[in-house]
T-cell receptor
Framework: DAGVIQSPRHEVTEMGQEVTLRCKPI?????LFWYRQTMMRGLELLIY????????DSGMPEDRFSAKMPNASFSTLKIQPSEPRDSAVYFC?????????????FGDGTRLSIL | AQSVTQLGSHVSVSEGALVLLRCNYS??????LFWYVQYPNQGLQLLLK??????LVKGINGFEAEFKKSETSFHLTKPSAHMSDAAEYFC????????FGAGTRLTVKP
């Protein structure tokens, strides 16, 4: 079975440009999570969706970040305008349903570098 | 609110030696606990999870973890390290949402 698919795997762009990260969750999974991983801050939850509806976006750093889930099989995380401090690895994860006992399945991440 | 602390950001063992990665949690209600592994340039993969069915949980690749309520711990062990075990390991606690520890990087020396 296909796991969580993220694209692109690597993105290098200049400060001020718009960046769009994409995620396809595992088919049948109802919850989707976006994380950011850096050496300094570790793994941070940015936002999560349940049944395509954003439930908690308190981790989104600022208004430059936005996330959408137009349907059950696709989500985007957008940064506009991008800044060098946004450089990080961004992970998407999905779980079968919302619940504390549900393990999350991670994609391989997008390594983002803002010059 | 729940939290998790991983003791030791780096652990180094020799091949064939015991692996012990420490995790302590804080939670006002009985939590679910997880261990994940991350290999270079990959996402996190589930090693094992505790859901109160048994205090000793066996996972993939020969790893296991024991839930000790009195010590609020969920340490990860493997009797004999293999070179392929070198990776970063994350403990996570879940009540309302999942919180990850800072991670422990395991190095295995030949």
């Amino acid at each position: 079975d296909a796991g969580v698919i993220q694209s692109p795997r690597h993105e290098v762009t200049e400060m001020g440009q718009e960046v769009t990260l994409r995620c396809k969750p595992i088919s049948g999974h109802n919850s989707l999570f976006w994380y950011r991983q850096t050496m300094m801050r570790g793994l941070e939850l940015l936002i999560y969706f349940n049944n395509n509806v954003p439930i908690d976006d308190s981790g989104m750093p600022e208004d430059r970040f936005s996330a959408k889930m137009p349907n059950a099989s696709f989500s985007t995380l957008k940064i506009q305008p991008s800044e060098p401090r946004d450089s990080a690895v961004y992970f998407c994860a999905s779980s079968l349903q919302r619940g504390a006992n549900q393990p999350q399945h991670f994609g391989d991440g997008t390594r983002l570098s803002i010059l | 609110a729940q939290s998790v602390t991983q003791l030791g950001s780096h652990v180094s063992v020799s091949e064939g030696a015991l692996v012990l990665l420490r995790c302590n949690y804080s939670s006002s209600v009985p939590p679910y606990l997880f261990w994940y592994v991350q290999y270079p340039n990959q996402g996190l993969q589930l090693l094992l999870k505790y859901t109160s069915a048994a205090t000793l949980v066996k996972g993939i690749n020969g790893f296991e973890a024991e839930f000790k309520k009195s010590e609020t711990s969920f340490h990860l062990t493997k009797p004999s390290a293999h070179m392929s075990d070198a990776a970063e390991y994350f403990c996570a606690v879940s009540v309302n949402d999942m919180r990850f520890g800072a991670g422990t990087r395991l190095t295995v020396k030949p």
